[in-house]
């Protein structure tokens, strides 16, 4: 069964800084891997996903990610922090079996200070 | 409207009663998703709906909880005999079908409150 974790429950940086999230996967496939953000009182929308082909994705506002296979990881990052950036962030896998196909990470709280 | 719409968006209740909370998928999704999300915490699975096969129960935390999906579209989350740490948001998502690219489209949720 897939798993994921994200190593930081709450992150903080200061606005212009780089942001990086962790997330490392088990899977017993080759994984699909998504970030999702969450802004306060509202429902999570996807940034980037990773299927298959280039290993660096670019997703909205300036986020990326890089799926590392020999490491397990998909650690999201952003060169420059923007105060807007302050939200919830989810790791997620996906793998194509009967049932329940995505696992999220228990998440990661950004704080971007001024 | 286009997204994924979710009702009541704030739900509060006394405890023992039961509460109904609905969820209108985005047209053409065929999978249908329910997840609870705890003050805090992380996204809980609680059932998941493909076209007409079994939904996948498993994530259901008690028999007070179940969920249906008529007709392949709207789903109706029910809690039975509410108790107090069922306060939560309750999250639907749908997704274009089975193939594993496909990425799941969110509700902004039902906040349910439990005193």
């Known amino acids: 069964a897939q798993s994921v974790t994200q190593l930081g429950s709450h992150v903080s940086v200061s606005e212009g800084a780089l942001v990086l999230l962790r997330c490392n996967y088990s899977?017993?496939?080759?994984?699909?891997l998504f970030w999702y953000v969450q802004y306060p009182n509202q429902g999570l929308q996807l940034l980037l996903k990773?299927?298959?082909?280039?290993?660096l994705v670019k997703g909205i506002n300036g986020f990326e990610a890089e799926f590392k296979k020999s490491e397990t990881s998909f650690h999201l990052t952003k060169p420059s922090a923007h105060m807007s950036d302050a939200a919830e962030y989810f790791c997620a896998v996906s793998e194509e079996n009967y049932g329940q196909n995505f696992v999220f990470g228990p998440g990661t709280r950004l704080s971007v200070l001024p | 409207g286009a997204g994924v719409s979710q009702s009541p968006s704030n739900k509060v209740t006394e405890k023992g009663k039961d509460v109904e909370l609905r969820c209108d998928p985005i047209s053409g999704h065929t999978a249908l998703y329910w997840y609870r999300q705890s003050l805090g915490q992380g996204l809980e699975f609680l059932i998941y709906f493909q076209g007409n096969s079994a939904p996948d129960k498993s994530g259901l935390p008690s028999d007070r909880f179940s969920a249906e999906r008529t007709g392949g579209s709207v789903s109706t989350l029910t809690i039975q005999r509410t108790q107090q740490e069922d306060s939560a948001v309750y999250l639907c998502?749908?997704?274009?079908?089975?193939?594993?690219?496909?990425?799941?489209?969110f509700g902004e949720g039902s906040r349910l409150t439990v005193l």
């Open positions: 998502a749908s997704s274009p079908g089975t193939r594993r690219t496909g990425e799941l489209f």
């Open positions: 899977s017993s496939v080759p994984p699909y």
């Open positions: 990773y299927t298959t082909g280039a290993t």
